[in-house]
């Protein structure tokens, strides 16, 4: 079947632009979740959905950063006024279920760089 | 933010041999932990998961777990080329994962 599928692979920006990151989960997942990762680094938890519930946005480094799966599906990531900084891959995974115990499946994220 | 401690490497191993991976982790609640392996340019990848003390075996990786001691390791029997990675430790910060910085693995021909 098919996996965790981001839009689109690679942004460029410039500084000051808005950006808006797609994923689209497994079907039937219940969660999703978003990471940073930086390079050489391991990702970075940003958010966290159970359906269409914004149950911890706790990562988010700045009131720049918005997400929302409102149809409890398809995920937007959306960046406002991008700087330098905000560089690095954003990877969106799925789960089945709201559990710890539960397996991530990764999308294969997307590739972010600001000018 | 709960630590989790990798070794960043690069362990260099021959072909055919065993690699060790290690993690230690601070959090004492964490009762689930995964093993991810992420090619250069790409995503994780999700090979082990382990929830209970003792050792888990699929097929070369066997994912050891030691609670009370905090650890949690991968070793990769018959070590191939293709198993050069990076491989990420992560157990759980609630729903989410926390992950480590990873460990650089290059198997040698």
């Known amino acids: 079947g098919a996996g965790v599928s981001q839009s689109p692979r690679y942004k460029v920006a410039k500084r000051g632009q808005d950006v808006a990151l797609r994923c689209d989960p497994i079907s039937g997942h219940v969660s999703l979740f978003w990471y940073q990762q930086a390079l050489g680094q391991g990702p970075e938890f940003l958010t966290y959905f159970q359906n269409e519930a914004q149950l911890d946005k706790s990562g988010l480094p700045s009131d720049r950063f918005f997400a929302e799966r409102p149809e409890g599906s398809v995920s937007t990531l959306k960046i406002q006024r991008t700087q330098q900084e905000d560089s690095a891959v954003y990877l969106c995974?799925?789960?089945?279920?709201?559990?710890?115990?539960?397996?991530?499946?990764f999308g294969p994220g997307t590739r972010l760089t600001v000018l | 933010q709960k630590e989790v401690e990798q070794n960043s490497g690069p362990l260099s191993v021959p072909e055919g041999a065993i690699a060790s991976l290690n993690c230690t982790y601070s959090?004492?609640?964490?009762?689930?932990f995964f093993w991810y392996r992420q090619y250069s340019g790409k995503s994780p990848e999700l090979i082990m998961s382990i929830y209970s003390n003792g050792d888990k075996e699929d097929g070369r990786f066997t994912a050891q777990l030691n609670k009370a001691s905090q650890y949690v390791s991968l070793l990769i029997r018959d070590s191939q080329p293709s198993d050069s990675a990076t491989y990420l430790c992560?157990?759980?910060?609630?729903?989410?994962?926390?992950f480590g910085k990873g460990t650089s693995l290059l198997v040698t021909p």
């Open positions: 959090d004492r609640g964490s009762q689930s």
């Open positions: 995974a799925s789960s089945l279920f709201s559990s710890s115990y539960n397996e991530q499946f």
């Open positions: 992560a157990p759980p910060a609630g729903y989410a994962l926390n």
